[in-house]
């Protein structure tokens, strides 16, 4: 069984702080990494992408891979109220579709 | 644009009814893919179609069926709904390729429950 494992949470950090939110997968052979953000009641929506190993920064926002280590990051600075959400890891394995982790619950307080 | 749009956002259904679940996009996506999403829980793949008249299962795709005749529509039909189907289930679309580059567009959902 594939899988993508998350630590639930909820991850609570104060505003401005940094928030550090984690991702393992099981299969070696995937090949592309995504991070979907989701607000309580909404469809989940696509922030950050992450193909190679290394860094990937959009914004506040950073993207890190590890396929030695089958692990991925997501790095939120200077955290607002409005991050506060639930944030989905999910992994792409050729041949099937996406697979998904069950998501950590971030709360940021003001 | 409306991109992905999905019809009901809400229902209850009786046990034993059956009901059919409209996900239609404009993008012009070979992809498109069913997920329910239950409670504290991550998304779960139950069907997917690579383009009109090829569907495959996915990780739950018991009590479920899907048709994809055209490119723009792909329902999912419940038949003999359970109280195990009450879920929250989100239609999702994919670039041309559907390759490992292309980002996943979701509906907003609709909410069903069964009594």
């Known amino acids: 069984q594939k899988e993508v494992e998350q630590n639930s949470g909820p991850l609570s950090v104060p505003e401005g702080a940094i928030a550090s939110l984690n991702c393992t997968y099981s299969?070696?052979?995937?090949?592309?990494f995504f991070w979907y953000r989701q607000y309580s009641g909404k469809s989940p929506e696509l922030i950050m992408s992450i193909y190679s190993n290394g860094d990937k920064e959009d914004g506040r926002f950073t993207a890190q891979l590890n396929k030695a280590s089958q692990y991925v990051s997501l790095l939120i600075r200077d955290s607002q109220p409005s991050d506060s959400a639930t944030y989905l890891c999910?992994?792409?394995?050729?041949?099937?579709?996406?697979?998904f982790g069950k998501g950590t619950t971030l709360s940021v307080s003001s | 644009n409306a991109g992905v749009t999905q019809t009901p956002k809400f229902r209850i259904l009786k046990i034993g009814q059956s009901m059919t679940l409209q996900c239609t996009q404009d993008m012009n996506h070979n992809y498109m893919y069913w997920y329910r999403q239950d409670p504290g829980m991550g998304l779960k793949l139950i069907y997917y179609?690579?383009?009109?008249?090829?569907?495959d299962k996915g990780e739950v795709p018991n009590g479920y069926n899907v048709s994809r005749s055209t490119t723009e529509d792909f329902p999912l039909r419940l038949e003999l709904a359970a109280p195990s189907q009450t879920s929250v289930y989100f239609c999702?679309?994919?670039?041309?390729?559907?390759?490992?580059?292309?980002?996943?567009?979701f509906g907003p959902g609709t909410r069903l429950t069964v009594l």
């Open positions: 999910a992994v792409f394995q050729a041949g099937t579709a996406l697979i």
């Open positions: 299969d070696r052979g995937s090949q592309s």
């Open positions: 179609s690579v383009g009109a008249g090829i569907t």
């Open positions: 999702a679309t994919q670039g041309q390729g559907g390759g490992y580059t292309d980002t996943q567009y």
